[in-house]
């Protein structure tokens, strides 16, 4: 895995805010998150902006209705086909343009984001499609649509670094055995999509489920992003050799799923007590905190705008709490002396 020259503790947002003002949506991220601004979806401003909406967009065959379901004309459909729009100029992309605008000529760090081939070939099934064409048409359309993001931001700004997540929760349900496919295929799905976007940017796996992440990895991101309470700290042995090879962990240590308190303190102390259980399993407490950055457990749509502004903001706060200069110099400490924890 080559170098990743990633700002170190660093705090961004996963996927959607509730917004329905673009620019309003892009003002909150590029305060909160000067380091690593995030472009943000807006399904609260149409549906058109959802996650399936946006992966399906164009597809041959499948149309897009305006409350973002899909409708499918089965032999219309040409899973070797790329999606229309490959300027990205409809409105499912309206937030993700406004942010590059807003961002144009930056040469810090942006992180973008777009539906993975595994959760876009779930809905296809879903909707009607056999499984073997669905997945085919979502690897097409995912690997297509990464290369339309790339293209569009480097128009946008050519000298910013990139950090490029595909979003992927269909993968926490892979090993059920029901799962349409089987999860070797699952893995090489998300592997292509991952192999289009790495040779322009640091490439990132988000999951927002409980997952087998040693599955997950295998699928070669750089970056993978997860909530802090979907079972990484089973997965330690896994997780300490990703990080022995140079990935990082983009912790979701700010839930989305239920109250905040005043300050970061009770988040911190549970990320810490993961690491803690990481470290006894044989996690290096350095680059625990040193390849790493904070972010909300998943996407804040369902939020409202104010409490959304808290929850960007406590990430903000946790990120600060692990910056390298809080490091302990030696790792043989105790972990918490080791993780800078002040008590």
Do not use: Y
């Amino acid at each position: 895995m080559r170098a990743i020259d990633l700002p170190v503790g660093a705090a961004t947002s996963i996927g959607s805010l509730p917004h329905t003002a673009p620019d309003q949506a892009v003002a909150l991220v590029l305060d909160e998150h000067g380091w690593l601004p995030a472009a943000p979806s807006l399904p609260r401003r149409s549906p058109l902006e959802g996650m399936i909406a946006q992966a399906a967009w164009g597809m041959p065959g499948v149309t897009v209705a305006d409350d973002g379901s899909l409708d499918l004309v089965l032999d219309r459909i040409d899973p070797e086909a790329p999606p229309a729009d490959p300027d990205l100029s409809g409105a499912p992309f309206l937030g993700l343009r406004v942010f590059l605008d807003a961002v144009a000529g930056r040469t810090g760090w942006v992180k973008l984001q777009l539906t993975g081939p595994v959760t876009l070939g779930l809905a296809l099934h879903a909707a009607g499609l056999d499984a073997e064409r669905a997945f085919l048409a979502a690897g097409t359309a995912v690997r297509a649509r990464a290369e339309a993001l790339l293209a569009l931001a480097a128009r946008k700004v050519p000298d910013a670094p990139l950090l490029v997540f595909v979003d992927e929760p269909g993968l926490a349900s892979c090993m059920h055995p029901g799962f349409p496919i089987e999860p070797e295929r699952a893995v090489d799905l998300v592997s292509g999509a991952l192999a289009a976007i790495e040779p322009h940017a640091v490439t990132g796996l988000h999951c927002c489920g409980n997952a087998d992440w040693r599955l997950v990895l295998q699928a070669g991101p750089q970056v993978l992003s997860a909530p802090v309470d979907a079972g990484l700290g089973d997965f330690a042995g896994t997780l300490g050799s990703f990080l022995d090879r140079g990935g990082w962990v983009a912790w979701g240590a700010v839930p989305t799923d239920g109250p905040l308190g005043t300050t970061a303190d009770r988040l911190w102390r549970h990320l810490c007590d993961l690491w803690c259980e990481m470290v006894r399993a044989g996690c290096d407490p350095v680059l625990l905190r040193t390849q790493a950055m904070v972010t909300p457990a998943c996407g804040l749509a369902l939020h409202g705008e104010l409490p959304v502004g808290d929850r960007l903001g406590l990430a903000l706060v946790e990120a600060r709490r692990r910056h390298p200069h809080h490091t302990a110099a030696h790792r043989d400490g105790q972990i918490r002396a080791a993780l800078g924890d002040e008590g």
